[in-house]
C-alpha cells in the first residue's frame, strides 16, 4: 500500500493560467476528499466523491473549479483562469466506507499540491 | 459557525515537557466523530486519533493520549515526555453523520515547538 499521492508536489503559475492536479488515493478506498488549506488555517472542505459520483460541492468551489473522478480510480481538480487568491496547499484524502458501518472511515491524506499564483 | 475551536495557536516546550492540546467542538448531531491529525513540514496530514460519539473512554498509545468529554464538548489530547520530532501544526477534527458525507471539519491548528 503506497498511500495516497499527489502530483505535482509545487506548481507555480501565472495569473489566468489553468492549471490541473492529480490525486491517486488508496487502492481500495471507495471515497475521494479534497481540501485547501490557506496559510494558518486547517484545511476546508471542497468536494467529494464516492466511487466515479462526485456527490456534493462546496460554496468554496466556484466555476473555475472542476474535479473528476473517471473510473474511480484517481481524481483530477482544475482550476481554470487562476487567480491569486486560489494560492493555497490542495489535500487530497481518500477513505473507504461501507454502507452505513463506518468502521474504516478514516481519511488518510496525501502530501498535497501547493500552488502559487503570481 | 465554528465547528472546532483551537483556542491555542503556538505552543512553546522544551523537550521532556509535557504538552496538553484544547479542541473544543460544536455539533447537534447525535453521532459524529473527533479526529486529530499531525503535520509536520513536509506538509502530510498524518492521522493520529479517531473517537465516535459513543465511546468516552480516554484513550492512551505510547506518549500520546487524549481526552473526550462530552458534557464540555473537549476532545483535548496530551503529550508526555515532548521530544523534538513531535513539533508540528496538530488539528482537531469533527466528522458529522446525519449526510453521510463524513467530511472533516478542522480547526484552525496549533503550532507545537518542542526545543531541545
Known sequence: ???????????????????TFRCDPISEHNRLYWYRQ?????????????????LEKSRLLSDRFSAERPKGSFSTLEIQRTEQGDSAMYLCASSLVAGRRVSENIQ???AGTRLSVL | AQK????QTEISV??????????????????????WYKQPPSGELVFLIRRNSFDEQNEISGRYSWNFQKSTSSFNF???????????VYFCALSEAAYNDYKLSFG???TVTVRA
Open chain 1, 1 to 19: 500500500d503506497t498511500g495516497v499521492s499527489q502530483d505535482p508536489r509545487h506548481k507555480i503559475t501565472k495569473r489566468g493560467q489553468n492549471v
Open chain 1, 38 to 54: 490557506t496559510l494558518g488555517q486547517g484545511p476546508e472542505f471542497l468536494t467529494y466523491f464516492q466511487n466515479e459520483a462526485q
Open chain 1, 108 to 110: 488518510y491524506f496525501g
Open chain 2, 4 to 7: 472546532v475551536t483551537q483556542a
Open chain 2, 14 to 35: 522544551v523537550e521532556k515537557e509535557d504538552v496538553t492540546l484544547d479542541c473544543v467542538y460544536e455539533t447537534r448531531d447525535t453521532t459524529y466523530y473527533l479526529f
Open chain 2, 78 to 88: 496530551t503529550i508526555t515526555a515532548s521530544q523534538v520530532v513531535d513539533s508540528a
Open chain 2, 108 to 110: 484552525a491548528g496549533t
